[in-house]
């Protein structure tokens, strides 16, 4: 699910989701690009992430409308090289990684901590050391927007990434901006276009942050490089898939509870309410909006994962029917994905994430993992 704030949430899927009960390698620089990803600007090895000014984005100016198509009037869609300036960054501009707190649990070491953002903001997170010296794989965690869960945050996935630790995993867990102290909802009186288009503001902002974020890892000598995994759940499933299409680092994601193709779900839904919203906003606004942040469709991404392994975790809560399902696991290009169901609501269940961990042990190479103790963390709420 994308967000839970705005409108656009009920024209695809989050209706349904909001109702549930709280219940050494070379530097990267030099691995060759594929054609049909057009390089962005990535990071070098000689970003150690300290000392320099924070880091300003690449400023975007969305591409002039299209002319409008003989035949059905309609413009022609973007285009994939079209959308990605909207995620260059200044790779080179320094994390400021700042430690507030360290602490030890069963020897793994939980560093709290803040680096800078997307904006020169501060980006609230978990770094979690396992014992000893490492080069270890990594995991770096987005975490679901469910309101009212006491885990709508990096909490959600602490207690796993501590006993992935001890199987000798590095995890770097982050909030969302959505949760962080500087964040201002749109105003309620401002329209629902408004909220929209302030969650996909966000969206772009995670995925920068995410990516400041493997800057981090990589200017660390106990991680690997070559063995780099995402997991992200509901809203942050939705901005993993963005990053699966834009970023060359990360080899392995888990894509937890959410929908992959945001404008054409939304068109062809028959619920009441997604069409009555249409009707009230008007469709004209509704596809402008569409276009004029395209960037945020996970559509036009999925496409370009060649490089990554894909697991696709999906709730039978959830509106999304398997034929839906298997219809995102067929856009997106890896060679290597499968997909899941789980008779659980949104939140997934114990067995959902013994059987991420299970893949990722595999993608990630970990010799053993503690799966008993997988299976006894709570269930989320």
Partial sequence: MRTLFSFI????????????SPSPTPPPSSTPTPEDRPTLNRPGSSNTGLGSPSPTPTP????????????NGEPPKLSYPDLLPRFDYDSHAGL????????????????????AGASGDRVPAYLLIPPGGGPFPAIICGHWLMKGSPLANKDEFLEEAVILARSGVVSLL????QVRHDWVEARSDAGPMEAAKQQSEAAVHQVTDLRRGIDLLYGRPDVDRKRIAYV???????????????ETRITAYVLMASGYADEEEA???????????????????????????AWDDPAYFLGHTDRESIFLQF???????????QKYLDRFSAKDKKMEFYDAPHALNAAARLDRDRWLQKHLGVKKIDEPALQAIPQLK
């Fill in 174 to 177: 982050i909030d969302a901006p």
């Fill in 315 to 325: 709730a039978s809560g959830d509106p999304i029917t398997k034929e839906m399902a």
């Fill in 9 to 20: 949430l009920l024209l695809f899927l989050i209706t349904t989701a909001a109702a549930q």
């Fill in 96 to 115: 400021e990684m700042r430690e507030t707190d360290v602490h030890k649990r069963d020897k793994v070491r939980l560093i709290e901590l803040n680096y």
């Fill in 267 to 293: 068109f062809a839904s028959k619920d009441p309410k997604t069409v009555a919203h249409i009707k009230e906003v008007g469709e004209d606004n509704i596809r402008e909006y569409f276009r004029e942040y």
């Fill in 232 to 246: 992200g759940h509901s809203w942050d499933a939705h901005v993993g898939a963005l990053l699966a299409g834009v």
């Fill in 60 to 71: 975007y100016v969305p591409p002039a409308a299209p002319a409008k198509a003989e035949g």
